[in-house]
C-alpha cells in the first residue's frame, strides 16, 4: 500500500518561505497525480497544487499562482511544494495525496485521491 508522509510544516512570519516534503512508500510515483490541499480551522478542505508524477504539467490553485511552487525528486519518490510570499491566511494543515492517473487540470480539486498523508501545520504569523 503506498503511504505518504509530509514534513517541513513549521511557524514562518508573513513575507516568509517553507519547503513541504511528501515522502512516499510502497509503491514508485510513476502512475500517480500528487496533489497539495490544506486546511484552516472552521474552513472547508482546499485544493493547493497538483502534478502527475510522470509528467511535467503544473497545477495550482489561484490563491496561490506565483507563490507557491510543486516539484518532485525520483531518486527520492518524494514530491515537494515550495511556499513563498507566505501570507497569514496560508495558515493550515497542509496535506498531500496520490490518485492513479492525472490531476485532471483544474479539476484537479475535485477529483478522489486513494492515499493521503497526516499532514504538516503551517502557521504564518508575525
Known amino acids: 500500500q503506498l503511504q505518504l508522509v509530509e514534513s517541513g510544516g513549521g511557524l514562518v512570519q508573513p513575507g516568509g518561505s517553507l519547503r513541504l516534503s511528501c515522502a512516499a512508500s510502497?509503491?514508485?510515483?510513476?502512475?500517480?497525480?500528487i496533489g497539495w490541499f490544506r486546511q484552516a480551522p472552521g474552513k472547508e478542505r482546499e485544493g493547493v497544487s497538483c502534478?502527475?508524477?510522470?509528467?511535467?504539467?503544473?497545477n495550482y490553485a489561484d490563491s496561490v499562482k506565483g507563490r507557491f511552487t510543486i516539484s518532485r525528486d525520483n531518486a527520492k519518490n518524494t514530491v515537494y511544494l515550495q511556499m513563498n510570499s507566505l501570507k497569514p491566511e496560508d495558515t493550515a494543515i497542509y496535506y498531500c495525496?496520490?490518485?492513479?492517473?492525472?490531476?485532471?487540470?483544474?479539476?484537479?480539486?475535485?477529483?478522489?485521491?486513494?492515499?493521503w498523508g497526516q499532514g504538516t501545520q503551517v502557521t504564518v504569523s508575525s
Open positions: 495525496a496520490a490518485a492513479l492517473g492525472s490531476c485532471l487540470g483544474s479539476d484537479f480539486m475535485r477529483r478522489s485521491y486513494e492515499y
Open positions: 502534478m502527475r508524477y510522470s509528467g511535467s504539467r503544473e
Open positions: 510502497g509503491f514508485p510515483l510513476d502512475n500517480y497525480a
